[in-house]
């Protein structure tokens, strides 16, 4: 890998720099390995990397540059819970279960599971977790049936 002085130069102040992340300081180091002349293999062994990285960070930089040494941003968090789906734990939770059920609150699992066979919602009992610490609901800690509605 050819580089110029200042491409060196330019590597060599993030490879010793502490305002960098630790990766992107590895990676310039890789580059500058390789540019000095080092085999793959002594460079990934020195690295602490298998050779297949040695090539990524290579190829990233004669892409994109230094820029190429930072970590690719990934997309943002997804809505962990719809909107919809919020909406019926809530209501479920403040309704007793079914009577047949022999159940006198619902459970994050027991809730999930009718979500899902009776109403078509798929979530998780982590979902219904999230909802009720969110919302602050306690339905193990409800004051008896008589303080619920009876779903039927």
């Known amino acids: ?5 200042e ?4 590597l060599r102040e993030l490879a010793g720099s502490r305002d960098v992340p630790t990766v992107v300081a590895l990676r310039a180091r890789i580059v ?4 000095e002349g080092w085999r793959r293999k002594d460079i990934a062994e020195l690295a602490g990397v298998v050779p297949l ?13 230094v820029a190429g040494l930072e970590d690719k941003r990934r997309g943002g968090p997804r809505t962990q819970v719809p909107p919809r789906a919020r909406a019926r734990v809530i209501a479920l939770t403040r309704m007793s ?3 047949d059920s022999g159940l006198s609150h619902w459970s994050t699992r027991t809730l999930a599971d009718r979500l899902k066979r009776r109403e078509g919602i798929s979530v ?18 409800s004051q008896g049936p008589e303080s619920h509605v009876r779903l039927v």
């Open 53 to 65: 990285t040695v090539d990524r960070c290579k190829s990233r930089y004669a892409e994109r540059g």
């Open 124 to 141: 998780s009992w982590h979902c219904v977790a999230r909802v009720w610490r969110e919302e602050n609901l306690k339905p193990h800690r």
């Open 32 to 35: 500058l390995w390789s540019a």
């Open 7 to 10: 491409q060196m130069a330019e």
């Open 97 to 99: 279960p079914p009577a």
């Open 1 to 5: 890998m050819d580089l110029s002085s």
